[in-house]
């Protein structure tokens, strides 16, 4: 086999390489939106967010860190979108008697994986935001306008598609070269 030969091989088995991970999926979610950030003790309040799949079927879940002791409650544990698909999530948070007069702040993760039939490996995708924050006062709170911030998003399909578009320039450049030395 002449060098050229072997050149053109490997970047064939980079690119079957690379092509056999998993389907490239992107995942964007908006940040959860309260309906109010200020709560009594012993009052909950509800909240939404919206999670986009792009070009394959996901299964998503979601979860908080750091809002202890507050009480968090999806009405979904898990969901399974379609693709193309939209869906708004909705829960409850709920302060509880006890709770320390303060600002709550914490972190907002949601993991999905494609949704497959057969083996293979499934890579899962996180999207993590700040959970807005959540102040318990002592009296009652004013409202306060909430603004939509613009969905988080995950570049893993950008940065696959840019591998793809720098080998097949590769694999043309070599070829290129092979048909100038015949």
């Known amino acids: ?7 053109k ?11 056999s991970f998993y389907p490239v999926t992107a995942i964007s979610a908006t940040k959860p939106i309260l309906e109010r950030e200020s709560l009594l003790r012993g009052e909950s309040t509800r909240f939404h967010f919206m999670i986009d799949a792009s070009s394959y079927p ?3 879940s979601y979860s ?3 809002l202890d002791p507050l009480v968090i409650n999806f009405d979904e544990q898990k969901v399974d979108m379609n693709a193309g698909e939209s869906k708004t999530i909705y829960g409850t948070l709920s302060v509880p008697a ?15 994986e ?3 039939a057969g ?3 499934k890579i899962v995708q996180t999207v993590t935001a700040y959970f807005p924050s959540v102040s318990v006062v002592e009296k009652a709170p004013t409202t306060i306008p909430i603004e939509e911030k613009a969905p988080a998003t995950s570049y893993s399909s950008t940065i696959f598609i840019l591998i ?6 590769i694999i043309g450049y070599f070829f290129k070269k092979e048909k100038k030395k015949k």
């Open 98 to 112: 006890d709770a320390p007069l303060k600002t709550y702040d914490g972190m907002f993760n949601i993991n999905c």
């Open 164 to 169: 793809i578009v720098i080998i097949v320039i």
């Open 114 to 116: 494609p949704l497959s």
């Open 119 to 121: 083996g293979g490996s």
């Open 64 to 66: 908080t860190s750091g």
């Open 1 to 7: 086999m002449n060098n050229s030969n072997f050149h």
């Open 9 to 19: 091989l490997g970047i064939i088995l980079i690119l079957a390489i690379l092509m």
């Open 58 to 60: 996901l299964s998503c």
